[in-house]
């Protein structure tokens, strides 16, 4: 018995090794049994992947490493990355607009500009992606993704607006709204939702298979809007010609009130980017050379701090689990990475890459997957 014992642990080191060198990391409770000359381990791995759409039409894909030693030899507080195999990839030959990842991890979308839809199952294991069969949305001029906060809905943006149920091998019919080319965004939470129109927001319900229901339009101040996002039970939509955000209350049957409208700190002129961050009691928002930290206290927005960037910004993401912001860029030089320090204040963390392409979406997944390895002894 004690020659067995040796084995399994001999099995398990090997295990974390392997682990180890591929950024994931393994759950303590793992099982092992011997059977005849044989011997099986099961373990908990759990594994983190960055995805990234590229200015050249390429997608990247890095493992999000854990190791504290690795980031400390690279003198960064960013996120520790190593590229899969073949990285870079070319997922397709139209121009491909916008990229998301679903909240648990398995699936990853693409928009091509003419609409065409793009869904990758993604592997838990190795981060790699295979393709399902493409959809054809019918929207003219696509621009932009957006997934719900529960994963469960993808609205695909352009003239014209296409929702989707999620389903894990499938998307439902599309439910579809015409008219849609002054919406600068749109965002989705369950089965209702809000877009930011030249001349104001509008909330809207949908089901599978139906056609989509708009609410009375709010209007509000100036002509040209930024991103919505929803956030601690309130929509916001940025007005970006007034330097504000319009905050909202929402009823189950899509129709908008208006709550408050906050004017942003005169440091910021005409933003653009508006997200939430992971715990939804901080706003983002940013301009063409500055990113800005939003408190929400009730009704209020309060700027709390400011971070002048080099390059413009065209996307801002947030990374589950840290307290880092991910800044894209369009012309080259990949992604810069922000820090919130203790909730407060931006700080800079990684400078981005000058050899890299632009980045114009981020995707992050992930994964706990369970592995049995059986070994000959």
């Not at 084995?7 to 682990?19: D, Q």
């Not at 990391?25 to 590229?54: C, H, K, M, R, W």
């Not at 993604?122 to 959809?135: A, E, K, N």
């Not at 719900?148 to 296409?162: R, V």
Request: aromatic share 6%; hydrophobic share 40%; glycine share 10%.
């Amino acid at each position: 018995m004690r020659t067995s014992s040796f084995i399994l642990a001999c099995v398990l080191l090997l295990l974390v090794g392997c682990g180890g060198s591929n950024g994931s990391s393994l759950v303590p409770n793992s099982a092992g049994f011997q059977q005849g000359n044989f011997i099986t381990t099961t373990v908990d791995i759990e594994q983190q992947f960055l995805y990234t759409l590229n200015s050249d039409n390429t997608v990247s894909a890095w493992v999000v490493s854990g190791d504290e030693e690795e980031a400390e030899e690279e003198e960064s507080v960013g996120l520790s990355l190593r590229p899969l195999d073949g990285s870079p990839f070319t997922l397709s030959a139209s121009p491909l607009v916008d990229l998301v990842v679903t909240d648990d991890g398995t699936s990853l979308f693409l928009l091509e500009s003419n609409g065409g839809l793009l869904r990758f199952a993604i592997d838990g294991q190795s981060g790699l992606l295979t393709p399902f069969p493409r959809v054809e949305t019918g929207i003219s001029n696509a621009r932009l993704l957006k997934l719900s906060e529960d994963g469960t809905a993808l609205a695909a943006l352009g003239d014209e607006l296409a929702i989707y149920a999620v389903r894990e091998e499938s998307l439902s019919q599309a439910s579809v709204l015409e008219q849609t080319g002054d919406w600068s965004d749109v965002a989705v939470s369950g089965t209702i939702g809000i877009g930011a129109t030249g001349t104001g927001a509008v909330g809207f319900s949908w089901a599978p298979n139906t056609i989509v229901s708009v609410s009375p339009a709010v209007s509000l101040p100036g002509n040209r809007r930024g991103q919505v996002a929803y956030a601690a039970e309130r929509a916001y939509v940025l007005n970006s010609e007034d330097n504000s955000i319009s905050s909202f209350s929402q009823e189950r049957n899509s129709s908008l009130t208006l709550i408050a409208t906050s004017t942003l700190d005169a440091i910021l002129e005409a933003p653009f980017l508006l997200v939430a961050t992971p715990e939804q009691d901080q706003l983002l928002s940013a301009d063409s050379g500055t990113v800005t930290l939003i408190d929400i206290e009730g009704d209020s927005l309060n700027p709390r701090s400011f971070l002048a960037v080099e390059q413009a910004p065209t996307r801002l993401f947030p990374v589950v689990g840290t307290d880092l912001v991910l800044v894209g860029h369009t012309a080259g030089r990949g992604f810069t990475t922000l820090s919130i320090a203790e909730g407060t204040d931006l700080e800079l963390a990684a400078e981005a890459d000058p050899d890299a392409p632009g980045t114009t979406s981020f995707g992050d997944a992930r994964r706990n997957e369970r592995v049995t390895q059986t070994v000959k002894i």
